[in-house]
């Protein structure tokens, strides 16, 4: 992400021109983006006109859209995010008060307006415009007949492609039919590959599956490398880390990043960090629940005794619809960082950050056992009575 131009402080109203430069950045414009900002940016319009024979002609026009904010929708799978708004500045091609939809668009400049950029904000904006912030790595997880690649960057985890080639059993009289489904499986794995993952960014590779498919899957990559002469391919080997999971799923890419075998190569990725804050507070959960606590509620007593030690928010708490919740979660957030807790804000398109979902999106670490808290609720469940999460704007798609 590009950032043209700032004229705000924080806690206080201004302007934002930013230009996104690849997908990641659109993730970041929907964290960024809320009902009620202004935002400004050039869009298409149909628009219709009548000739002098009474003739009616379509066409599209580009012209300047300023949009007081009421929806905002993400779509992952294909990158693409729609804002949808009621026009506040007039023009010749949308009256004033007309409501449009418009998406935001890779490489073009877009001005947001907000009544208050908060910690929040901050912070995201930081995120999106350090140009350190490259997605350093991939992930192939693999059972037989059943591959997805991923990339896993500072935000999310994108699939890139999901690999499936029916491979029969391996029977007697039957073997050349297996094998040959094997080494299709195993190319069509390969060529998607060595198509998505660029690797003048991607520094480690998890290569995580069940059994032996991965392992001879490698073997594959190598020689395949070596058949088409791609020096780069022939010299990433040393970046492949392998893992035995449970299965070729998505959801087993936590249990690669998890491993403790895998921990030092990972170690400076955001990824690798979020999983090793999760992994710890269920551990602590189990060996010593009153150091571990979720949901607003319980956080924000640990939180009045200046007991926490790591605090964990899911980022969809701040796209809340309602203005009092989201602001309470960031008073809770900046509350704690000046009671001098860690605070990790995790992405809901990454794996832990579903798992910290599960746990009504907040939970804390503390630097001593309290106790009192979950005996003063006298059986309550610790999960927020308000709802948090369901207050939050819905999951993109």
Same mark, same amino acid.
């Given at each position: 992400?590009?950032?043209?131009?700032?004229?705000?402080?924080?806690?206080?109203?201004?302007?934002?021109?930013?230009?996104?430069?690849?997908?990641?950045?659109?993730?970041?414009?929907?964290?960024?983006?809320?009902?009620?900002?202004?935002?400004?940016? &050039?869009? &298409?319009? $149909?628009?219709?006109?009548?000739?002098?024979?009474?003739?009616?002609?379509?066409?599209?026009?580009?012209?300047?859209?300023?949009? $007081?904010?009421?929806?905002?929708?993400?779509?992952?799978?294909?990158?693409?995010?729609?804002?949808?708004?009621?026009?506040?500045?007039?023009?010749?091609?949308? $009256?004033?008060?007309?409501?449009?939809?418009?998406?935001?668009?890779?490489?073009?400049? +877009?001005?947001?307006?907000?009544?208050?950029?908060?910690?929040?904000?901050?912070?995201?904006?930081?995120?999106?415009?350090?140009?350190?912030?490259?997605?350093?790595?991939?992930?192939?997880?693999?059972?037989? %007949?059943?591959? @997805?690649?991923?990339?896993?960057?500072?935000?999310? &985890?994108?699939?890139?492609?999901?690999?499936?080639?029916?491979?029969?059993?391996?029977?007697?009289?039957?073997?050349?039919? !297996?094998?040959?489904?094997?080494? @299709? !499986?195993?190319?069509?794995?390969?060529?998607? !590959?060595?198509?998505?993952?660029? +690797?003048?960014?991607?520094?480690?590779?998890?290569?995580?599956?069940? %059994? /032996?498919? $991965?392992?001879?899957?490698?073997?594959?990559?190598?020689?395949?490398?070596?058949?088409?002469?791609?020096? &780069?391919?022939?010299?990433?080997?040393?970046? /492949?880390?392998?893992?035995?999971?449970?299965?070729?799923?998505?959801?087993?890419?936590?249990?690669?990043?998890?491993?403790?075998?895998?921990?030092?190569?990972?170690?400076?990725?955001?990824?690798?960090?979020?999983?090793?804050?999760?992994?710890? +507070?269920?551990?602590?959960?189990?060996?010593?629940?009153? @150091?571990?606590?979720?949901?607003?509620?319980?956080?924000?007593?640990?939180?009045?005794?200046?007991?926490?030690?790591?605090?964990?928010?899911?980022?969809?708490?701040?796209?809340?619809?309602?203005?009092?919740? @989201?602001?309470?979660?960031?008073?809770?957030?900046?509350?704690?960082?000046?009671?001098?807790?860690?605070?990790?804000? +995790?992405?809901?398109?990454?794996?832990?950050?579903?798992?910290?979902?599960?746990?009504?999106?907040?939970?804390?670490?503390?630097?001593?056992?309290?106790?009192?808290?979950?005996? #003063?609720?006298?059986?309550?469940?610790?999960?927020? #009575?308000?709802?948090?999460?369901?207050?939050?704007?819905?999951?993109?798609?």
């Amino acid at each position: 992400m590009k950032l043209i131009k700032k004229d705000f402080s924080k806690d206080g109203a201004g302007m934002l021109k930013l230009v996104p430069g690849e997908p990641e950045d659109m993730w970041h414009a929907y964290n960024l983006i809320a009902p009620g900002d202004t935002l400004t940016t &050039t869009t &298409t319009r $149909k628009v219709k006109s009548e000739s002098a024979t009474g003739s009616v002609d379509t066409k599209k026009v580009r012209t300047t859209l300023t949009l $007081k904010v009421v929806d905002v929708d993400f779509d992952t799978s294909v990158g693409v995010m729609r804002v949808s708004g009621q026009n506040v500045v007039e023009n010749r091609f949308v $009256k004033l008060g007309a409501h449009h939809t418009l998406e935001l668009e890779l490489h073009r400049a +877009f001005t947001l307006e907000k009544a208050c950029w908060d910690t929040v904000d901050l912070e995201r904006i930081d995120q999106a415009c350090d140009p350190a912030k490259s997605a350093d790595l991939a992930a192939i997880v693999m059972e037989e %007949g059943l591959a @997805r690649v991923c990339l896993i960057t500072t935000s999310m &985890t994108l699939t890139k492609a999901t690999i499936e080639v029916p491979i029969p059993r391996k029977r007697q009289g039957l073997g050349s039919q !297996f094998e040959k489904a094997r080494l @299709r !499986f195993f190319d069509q794995v390969f060529d998607v !590959f060595a198509r998505e993952i660029d +690797f003048d960014v991607v520094q480690c590779v998890v290569l995580a599956g069940p %059994g /032996f498919t $991965k392992d001879e899957f490698f073997d594959h990559f190598q020689k395949r490398a070596v058949q088409s002469e791609d020096k &780069t391919l022939m010299g990433v080997r040393n970046r /492949f880390v392998l893992v035995s999971v449970s299965s070729g799923h998505k959801d087993a890419l936590r249990e690669a990043l998890a491993d403790p075998g895998i921990a030092a190569r990972l170690a400076d990725t955001k990824a690798a960090r979020e999983v090793k804050c999760i992994t710890d +507070f269920y551990k602590m959960l189990d060996d010593d629940p009153d @150091r571990a606590y979720y949901g607003y509620n319980h956080v924000a007593r640990a939180n009045e005794a200046q007991a926490i030690d790591t605090l964990m928010v899911t980022d969809s708490l701040f796209r809340s619809a309602d203005i009092p919740t @989201r602001r309470r979660y960031i008073a809770l957030v900046e509350s704690a960082q000046e009671n001098g807790a860690t605070v990790r804000i +995790f992405s809901s398109l990454h794996v832990s950050g579903e798992r910290l979902a599960a746990l009504s999106g907040i939970a804390a670490l503390l630097r001593y056992p309290m106790p009192e808290i979950a005996e #003063e609720d006298d059986g309550v469940d610790s999960s927020d #009575e308000e709802g948090p999460v369901d207050d939050a704007a819905p999951a993109p798609s």
